[in-house]
Every structure is written in structure tokens, then in C-alpha cells.
């Protein structure tokens, strides 16, 4: 078979279209967008609140924040595609916080809806702890003050490391429990030491405080450092209470 040869012209054509890259632009900015949300209130009363304004609605890492309309609702503006933590917040309530929502930009995105309950006026003003040795419990009894018929729930916190009674509280290996308290002034639960990870010679600790609601107390686990966190700052803790195990 006769090959024909290729013409110079196309090879020329050929190698005069390999020229050099053209200078590279500079990155494209991040997609922006707004994020909105919902937030009711519930006083400490029990009853509904009909004005939910007033909540702080702030994003970390960053500097955007809101306030929430007579509705509940909120609206972030401009908020680059990221990673953020919520934190809703308004003096009276429980803080309440939400980590690692990704945010991917270019339109706008519904949170949801986030409920805040109002810290109580209710304080325990003594909390009290022992060992029970012949079950491997962990006792505690508190005296709450003042009186109130409202439904109520004592969270008690017992760890084997000591916890602070200042905000911000961060708690490490811990038991978090709730007491169930109607129109009582005396509160008494029992606790497994084993939950804390308890072996004769340790001490735990253990604070307490009056709570509107389970999981809706202000206590909120920090996934990126696998530690529970509480910043309230209208809570009134009780003492610490330390008991040893035997």
C-alpha cells in the first residue's frame, strides 16, 4: 500500500497551534447566600408567647448575626458557602446551639424550626450526695426554692472530673439526668456509677439545675470536640456535691 505524504503546510498548522498557556485568572469567590429560620418561645410559665422577638441568631466562625422578628423569624444575608455553628440566644432562655451545618450558597436555605424554653425561677439551694455500697448507686437529694406548681425537671450532671458552677460549663466523661418534679420541694434520683465510668476510690461530682423541658435545656454536645457545653447565663447552679465511691 502507498502512503501519501503529508503535506508541510499541515504540518505546520499542526505545531503552530500547540502555543503556551495564557496567564491563569484568579480564583472564582465563594458562592454567597442567605440562610432563614423560625424560632418560638416558650416562658417559663408553660404558656405560649405570642411575641418571639428578640433571639440572637449568630453563625461562627464569622461575624453574621440577626435578631428575630415578632414572628420568629430570621434571616442571615450574605452568607458565604461554609461551615457554621448556630447559636440562638435571648436573656431569659436557655442558649441553644446547632454545629456543622454546611452551607453550600447560591440561593437561600430554610433552617428550620428552634425552640427555647425560659430558665425557671425555681433554684436548688442544697444538693446532696452518698453511696449506696450494697447496689453501686449514686445518691442525690436537693431542696428546691421557691415553690412552684409549674412542671419541672432537675438535670443533674455527675462526672469523674470536677465541673465547674461558672458559664461556659464544658463537661467531659459525665451522666446527664433528669428528674422528673411537680409542685415538690424535695428532689432525690439514683444514678449507676458505672455511668460515669466510676471504680472504688473515685469521687464524683455532681451540680444541678431546674430545667423546663428533656433536651431542651441548654445542654448541647460539641461534636468537633466530643465535649457536652453549657453557657446559659441566667442559671443559677447548685452547689457541687462530691461523693466517693467505695
Not at 458562592?31 to 416562658?43: E, K, N, Q, W
Not at 461562627?60 to 430570621?74: A, F, M, N, Q, V
Not at 460539641?222 to 443559677?236: G, L, R, V, Y
Amino acid at each position: 500500500m502507498n502512503l501519501k505524504p503529508i503535506p508541510l503546510v499541515l504540518v505546520f498548522l499542526l505545531f503552530s497551534c500547540k502555543g503556551d498557556r495564557g496567564p491563569v485568572g484568579p480564583p472564582g469567590q465563594p458562592l454567597s447566600g442567605d440562610i432563614a429560620g423560625r424560632v418560638t418561645l416558650t416562658p417559663p410559665s408553660g404558656a405560649s408567647s405570642t411575641d418571639m422577638s428578640g433571639v440572637t441568631v449568630s453563625i461562627e466562625p464569622s461575624s453574621i448575626s440577626t435578631t428575630t422578628l415578632s414572628d420568629g423569624s430570621w434571616t442571615l444575608k450574605n452568607v458565604p458557602a461554609g461551615i457554621y455553628d448556630f447559636t440562638y440566644f435571648k436573656p431569659g432562655y436557655f442558649v441553644e446551639k446547632d454545629f456543622n451545618l454546611q452551607f453550600v450558597g447560591g440561593g437561600t436555605l430554610f433552617r428550620g424550626y428552634r425552640s427555647l424554653y425560659g430558665v425557671p425561677l425555681d433554684t436548688i439551694i442544697q444538693l446532696l450526695g452518698s453511696f449506696i455500697s450494697s447496689s453501686g448507686l449514686l445518691h442525690f437529694e436537693g431542696t428546691i426554692s421557691p415553690l412552684d406548681s409549674t412542671h419541672r425537671y432537675v438535670v443533674l450532671i455527675t462526672s469523674k472530673i470536677a465541673i465547674s458552677t461558672t458559664i461556659p460549663l464544658y463537661i467531659g466523661i459525665y451522666d446527664l439526668h433528669y428528674v422528673e418534679i411537680y409542685a415538690t420541694q424535695h428532689f432525690e434520683t439514683y444514678i449507676s456509677a458505672y455511668n460515669v465510668q466510676l471504680v472504688p476510690g473515685d469521687t464524683a461530682y455532681a451540680v444541678a439545675f431546674v430545667g423546663a423541658r428533656i433536651g431542651e435545656t441548654g445542654v448541647n454536645l460539641n461534636p468537633k470536640i466530643m465535649t457536652w457545653e453549657f453557657d446559659t447565663p441566667d442559671i443559677a447552679f447548685s452547689n457541687m456535691a462530691t461523693v466517693v465511691v467505695q
